[in-house]
C-alpha cells in the first residue's frame, strides 16, 4: 500500500502537511543489520514504535509486521503519487 497521511505524528516527521509512505509485508523483504527505535505515546494512549537506520538515519519500521519505507529513501519513485 502506498498513501500520504496527515496525522499529527507524520506532520511533525516529515515537518511538511503529511507523511508518503509505502508498506510492505516484513516476511516480503530482507533486511540486514540492526535498526534504531524511537518510542512515543500517541493521542490515543497506544505507543508508536518507529524504527530507523543507524546509519543513515531513514524510517524504515512502522509496525511490527510492516516495514514503512519513506520515498526519499527509493532509488527509483517510479509508481509511486497520488492516483
Do not use: Q
Not at 496525522?7 to 535498526?35: D, F, N
Not at 490515543?44 to 524510517?59: D, E, K, L
Amino acid at each position: 500500500m502506498a498513501g500520504h497521511c496527515s496525522c499529527r505524528s507524520r506532520r511533525e516527521a516529515s515537518g511538511t502537511g503529511r507523511g508518503s509512505h509505502l508498506m510492505v509485508p516484513k516476511a516480503a523483504t530482507t533486511i540486514t543489520g540492526a535498526a534504531r527505535f524511537y518510542e512515543r505515546t500517541a493521542d490515543s494512549g497506544n505507543t508508536v514504535r518507529r524504527g530507523f537506520c543507524p546509519r543513515c538515519g531513514a524510517a524504515v519500521y512502522g509496525w511490527p509486521e510492516m516495514l514503512v519505507p519513506r520515498p526519499a529513501t527509493w532509488t527509483t519513485r517510479s509508481g509511486f503519487g497520488p492516483r
